[in-house]
C-alpha cells in the first residue's frame, strides 16, 4: 500500500481586507487577505474546509486526524480531539496536533505516508489551519499586510500500487534563526502573567508589543535562498531525476518577490511553478494545499504526476517532498 492525495478542499474567511498600498502590492503580488472574525478560531475554519471535502469524501472511512497550526483554540486539550467530535468522526481514530507553520504541510504529508505504509492507518485527514492575524499589531504595517488566515482539508489515502504517491522528503532544521520569526510572550518560557507588555516602534513607525507576532523579513529572506536550492537539488540527487522530469513546482507562497527570487536563483525560468497568492496572501501552512487546489481548478488537461512542493520559514526549517496528484480532485467551488 502507497499514501496518495486524493481530495484537497480549502476555506477562506468571510472579512476581506485590501492592501491599498502599490508599491507594496507589486512587490509582495498580495492585493487581498481574509482575516479571521474576532471570535472565529483555527478550529472554527477547520472545520469549514474539512466539512467541503466531506462533500465528496466519506467522513466514516476516516482513521487518523492530523491538525497543523500555530493558533490552536487553547494550550490543551489538543485541537484535534475537539475537531474530531465537531466534526462526528469515529472515536476510533488518531488526532493529533502538531506546531509548525510554513513546511507544516510537508510534515504532515510525511506523517499521513509513515501511518498509511506502516499500516497504522488507511484514510489519513490532514487539516491545516492559521489565524496569524491575531497575533500581529494593528499599526505594524512591515507585518501586518503579508499574512492572510485560512484553513485546508486534505485526504490522504491508502492505494494499492508499488508506485509512490508521495516521496522524496528532504527535511532542515536551524533552530538558531528561531527569533527570525516568533511571538515571544504567551508561552511558558514568557507567560502572560509574569511579563510586562512592552511595545517598541522602529525606525519606520511600525509600532509592535512583545505579545506580537515579531518578522525579520531580510533574515528570512537570505535563509530562504540559501537552503532551499540546495534541498532543491538534494531531492533531484536522492530520486535520481532532473528538474525538467517536475510538472510542477509549488513553493511555499511567501510573497512575490521572494517566489520569483527563488525562481532565478533555482534555474527554474521556463518551468512551470506557482507564483499566486494575490487572493490569499502568506497563509503560512495553508499555503501550499491551497496552490495545489488551484492547480487542480486550473490545469485540470495538466500531467500532475511529479509535483514537487517546499515550503521554508518560521522555526526556521524547510522541507520538500515530490507527490502524484493524478488521483486528486479538488473540492472547491471554483474546481
Same mark, same amino acid.
Given at each position: ?7 484537497? %478542499? ?11 498600498? =502599490? ?12 482575516? !479571521? ?8 475554519? %477547520?472545520?469549514? %474546509? ?25 494550550? &490543551? ?18 488526532? #493529533? ?9 510537508i510534515y504532515g504529508l510525511g506523517l499521513a505516508k509513515g501511518l498509511i505504509e506502516s499500516g497504522q492507518a488507511s484514510n489519513v485527514l490532514l487539516l491545516t489551519a492559521e489565524t496569524y492575524s491575531k497575533y500581529i499589531h494593528p499599526r505594524d504595517y512591515a507585518v501586518l499586510p503579508l499574512f492572510g488566515d !485560512? ?7 491508502? +492505494?494499492?500500487? =508499488?508506485?509512490e504517491g508521495i516521496y522524496g522528503f528532504e527535511y532542515g532544521t536551524d533552530g538558531a534563526g528561531a527569533e527570525s520569526l516568533i511571538v515571544p510572550v504567551g508561552g511558558m518560557r514568557m507567560r502572560y502573567q509574569n511579563t510586562k507588555e512592552e511595545s517598541t516602534t522602529d525606525k519606520y513607525g511600525n509600532i ?7 518578522? $525579520? ?6 535563509? !530562504? ?6 534541498? #532543491? ?34 534555474? #527554474? ?24 487546489? $488551484? ?6 488537461? +495538466?500531467?500532475?504526476?511529479?509535483? &514537487? ?6 522555526? &526556521? ?6 507527490? $502524484?496528484?493524478?488521483? !486528486?480532485?479538488? *473540492? *472547491?467551488?471554483?474546481?
Amino acid at each position: 500500500m502507497k499514501a496518495y492525495i486524493k481530495n484537497i %478542499a480549502y476555506y477562506l474567511p468571510e472579512h476581506v481586507e485590501e492592501n491599498r498600498n =502599490e508599491r507594496l502590492r507589486q512587490k509582495t503580488g498580495i492585493v487581498h487577505r481574509h482575516v !479571521a472574525g474576532e471570535n472565529e478560531t483555527a478550529s472554527d475554519i %477547520a472545520v469549514k %474546509a474539512a466539512e467541503k471535502l466531506f462533500n465528496v469524501s466519506q467522513r466514516e472511512k476516516i482513521d487518523y486526524l492530523l491538525f497543523c497550526t500555530q493558533s490552536p483554540d487553547y494550550y &490543551l486539550p489538543t485541537t484535534a480531539c475537539i475537531l474530531q467530535n465537531r466534526l462526528g468522526l469515529s472515536r476510533h481514530i488518531g488526532a #493529533l496536533d502538531y506546531n509548525h507553520g510554513c513546511t507544516g504541510y510537508i510534515y504532515g504529508l510525511g506523517l499521513a505516508k509513515g501511518l498509511i505504509e506502516s499500516g497504522q492507518a488507511s484514510n489519513v485527514l490532514l487539516l491545516t489551519a492559521e489565524t496569524y492575524s491575531k497575533y500581529i499589531h494593528p499599526r505594524d504595517y512591515a507585518v501586518l499586510p503579508l499574512f492572510g488566515d !485560512a484553513a485546508t482539508a486534505t485526504l490522504i489515502a491508502a +492505494k494499492d500500487t =508499488e508506485n509512490e504517491g508521495i516521496y522524496g522528503f528532504e527535511y532542515g532544521t536551524d533552530g538558531a534563526g528561531a527569533e527570525s520569526l516568533i511571538v515571544p510572550v504567551g508561552g511558558m518560557r514568557m507567560r502572560y502573567q509574569n511579563t510586562k507588555e512592552e511595545s517598541t516602534t522602529d525606525k519606520y513607525g511600525n509600532i509592535r508589543t512583545n505579545q506580537n507576532l515579531f518578522m $525579520d523579513g531580510g533574515a528570512i529572506m537570505e535563509f !530562504a535562498l540559501d537552503v532551499v536550492p540546495r534541498a #532543491l537539488k538534494s531531492i533531484f540527487r536522492r530520486n535520481n531525476i532532473e528538474k525538467e522530469d517536475i510538472d510542477y513546482f509549488v513553493f511555499h507562497q511567501a510573497n512575490y518577490f521572494m517566489l520569483r527570487s527563488l525562481q532565478k536563483i533555482c534555474k #527554474l525560468g521556463k518551468l512551470p511553478y506557482w507564483n499566486d497568492m494575490k487572493e490569499y496572501g502568506n497563509t503560512v501552512s495553508n499555503s501550499v494545499p491551497i496552490a495545489l487546489a $488551484d492547480i487542480l481548478s486550473m490545469e485540470k488537461d +495538466k500531467k500532475l504526476q511529479r509535483v &514537487l512542493l517546499m515550503g521554508f520559514g518560521v522555526g &526556521l526549517s524547510w522541507g520538500g517532498c515530490i507527490v $502524484d496528484l493524478a488521483d !486528486a480532485a479538488c *473540492n *472547491n467551488m471554483e474546481c
